[in-house]
């Protein structure tokens, strides 16, 4: 997971250096982040599939190639197309990290485990967060980006051989078909792709907005702003492992998803009441959204995994909603802060987290608990 989303954050830690080189403005940045999330959506409709006929240990292969050759890729760009090119790659590899990670998930550990599983993997995207905004930068301004960005593809290379070491082969799948196939979701899959959508929309407004709001809307210096977006992360990487553990002893898997995005709207709006009544409340908010909203999408994953059946198809449709809502949320979130300023803005954060609340009262699986 860390290593899927490893060009993402990269190309966010290194913008201010590349930016200057290739002479791109903040659309253009913007821009790249925003192909990523679009191709891993689209990719995200055939993705599960292609897991659930190949196997996890091919398709990690092939996602820790991706990554390797997106990062190698980038490096050499000697333009915006390039980079951009190089950041589509590795979409593809973000499409295919949900749906592996889950049927290996499935496939080797024993039902009781699975929870704290599927909390630490979906850690790793935080932690890809911290390490990248923590290395790069220092790395950068001491050999430059392009070389920053060759050292990162050691990641993807020792995920690389850790995969050829350590998983097992794949079995042959039990049903043939073809990788474009799909089809139609259930009803409940259905409202969790949904839900997913909205999640990922309010979650993207937050990580694309935080720093800036905080830095603008509450005059918080440079460093304080960075660090805003730090404690943002750390509070996510807790909450997914915690979370996933504890939602995984409920015999309704997605009735936690209900409170995590209530408590999110709720903590939404302590983020907007920040500027217009006391600058402090963006910490208890930051802390609040980080580890609520976040770890909402980790016990999505957990709920698939406890369904069974194709969990490559039904994970790639679930990151299908939650990767749109990446698309959808920045842009959004900026026009309406444009219009009316930060505060309608965060408000509407906090009502898409409440529209994911009413529709995770729909998505309900209750199953045995794992003994």
Same mark, same amino acid.
């Given at each position: $997971?860390?290593? *899927? $989303?490893l060009v993402l954050y990269a190309t966010s830690a290194l913008a201010p250096l590349f930016a200057d080189d290739l002479r791109?403005?903040?659309a253009a940045v913007g821009l790249l982040i925003t192909t990523t999330f679009a191709v891993a959506a689209a990719v995200s409709l055939v993705a599960g599939r292609v897991v659930d006929l190949a196997g996890p240990r091919r398709s990690l292969l092939v996602l820790a190639a991706a990554v390797a050759v997106a990062l190698v890729a980038a490096s050499f760009a000697? #333009?915006?197309?390039?980079?951009l =090119? =190089? &950041? =589509?790659?590795? #979409? $593809?590899?973000?499409?295919?990290?949900?749906?592996a990670t889950?049927?290996?998930v499935a496939a080797v550990v024993p039902g009781p485990h699975r929870g704290t599983a599927i909390g630490i993997k979906q850690s790793g995207v935080q932690l890809a967060a911290f390490a990248a905004g923590v290395v790069l930068p220092v790395l950068g301004a001491a050999v430059g980006w392009q070389a920053a960005l060759r050292w990162s593809a050691v990641v993807p290379l020792g995920l690389l051989i850790t995969v050829m070491w350590l998983v097992p082969r794949d079995k042959r799948p039990a049903g043939g078909g073809s990788?474009?196939?799909? *089809?139609?979701p259930s009803p409940w899959l259905a409202r969790l792709m949904g839900y997913s959508l909205l999640l990922g929309t #309010? &979650? =993207?407004?937050v990580n694309t907005y935080l720093p800036l709001y905080a830095a603008q809307g509450l005059s918080l210096g440079a460093g304080a702003a960075g660090a805003v977006l730090a404690v943002f992360g750390v509070s996510g990487l807790v909450a997914r492992i915690g979370w996933a553990r504890v939602a995984d002893g409920m015999a309704d898997v997605t009735a936690a998803l209900r409170w995590l995005s209530l408590a999110a709207a709720g903590f939404a709006v302590l983020v907007c009441l920040a500027a217009p009544v006391w600058t402090p409340l963006i910490w208890l908010g930051t802390v609040g959204v980080g580890g609520s909203a976040t770890a909402a999408n980790a016990v999505s994953m957990l709920a698939v995994v406890r369904r069974g059946g194709a969990t490559g198809h039904a994970s790639g449709l679930v990151s299908l909603g939650f990767f749109t809502g990446f698309v959808l949320g920045p842009t959004l979130f900026g026009l309406l802060a444009d219009a009316g300023g930060y505060g309608p803005a965060w408000l509407a954060v906090a009502a898409v987290f409440l529209a994911s609340a009413g529709v995770a009262l729909r998505v309900s699986d209750r199953r045995a608990v794992p003994a």
């Open positions: $997971m860390a290593a *899927s $989303m791109l403005d903040r000697p #333009g915006y197309a390039w980079l =090119a =190089a &950041l =589509a790659v590795a #979409g $593809m590899a973000q499409a295919l990290a949900n749906p889950n049927v290996l990788w474009w196939r799909w *089809s139609r #309010g &979650l =993207a407004a």
